[in-house]
């Protein structure tokens, strides 16, 4: 089975400093990887996937991540956060070929002050 | 184009009653799956329909949970008895049948057993 750490359950930031959401999973075979974000009383919206190729992924909102093979991490990062980006943020992986089911990270508060 | 949709938003209901959750795809989205979140955890995987036929349910934690979809349409989710751990917020996804460009996911459906 996979399986996805999210390191922090919370991060607190100051509006307009760079985050650094991490993630890491465990798999021996190719997976995609994704981050969805849920703004408070709304459901999940995907931010971003890694399917294939450029290693470097660019979301919505500002947001982009960096798969790491070697490491198996998926870090999602954004250089100037705002008040608006405080939600809970959670790390999915599906194992390739196909989509399939999602294993999720237990998701990342991040909290921005003013 | 209408999103997936789940109705209710919230329930609130004893232990040992009935509730049935209902979810409505993304009209023409073969795949329909139902995750579960349990406060404090990870967003667990229950089902995957393809059409009307059960993909693989090997999240369904035992048989106190029946899922349906008729028709290849909307989908229910029976809890039937309710126990305390019962609680937490459903989730429905859905995707167009041989994607992987990801599911949309609905806004969740929040089941409190007392």
């Known amino acids: 089975a996979q399986s996805v750490t999210q390191l922090d359950s919370q991060v607190p930031v100051f509006e307009e400093a760079p985050v650094e959401l991490r993630c890491n999973y465990s798999?021996?075979?190719?997976?995609?990887l994704f981050w969805y974000v849920q703004y408070p009383n709304q459901g999940l919206q995907l931010l971003l996937k890694?399917?294939?190729?450029?290693?470097l992924v660019k979301g919505i909102n500002g947001f982009e991540a960096e798969f790491n093979k070697s490491q198996t991490s998926f870090h999602l990062r954004k250089p100037s956060v705002h008040i608006s980006d405080t939600a809970e943020y959670f790390c999915a992986v599906s194992r390739g070929s196909t989509l399939g089911r999602l294993y999720f990270g237990r998701g990342t508060q991040l909290t921005v002050w003013p | 184009e209408a999103g997936v949709t789940q109705f209710p938003s919230h329930s609130v209901i004893e232990k040992g009653q009935t509730v049935t959750l209902r979810c409505d795809p993304i009209?023409?989205?073969?795949?329909l799956y139902w995750y579960r979140r349990v406060m404090g955890k990870e967003i667990k995987f229950l089902l995957h329909f393809v059409k009307e036929s059960k993909q693989d349910e090997s999240g369904m934690p035992n048989n106190r949970f029946l899922a349906e979809r008729t028709g290849g349409t909307y989908s229910t989710l029976k809890v039937q008895p309710a126990e305390l751990e019962d609680s937490g917020v459903y989730f429905c996804?859905?995707?167009?049948?041989?994607?992987?460009?990801?599911?949309?996911f609905g806004s969740g459906t929040r089941l409190t057993v007392v």
């Open positions: 009209s023409g989205h073969d795949n």
């Open positions: 996804a859905s995707s167009p049948w041989g994607t992987v460009a990801g599911y949309t």
């Open positions: 890694y399917l294939s190729g450029s290693t």
């Open positions: 798999s021996s075979v190719s997976v995609y």
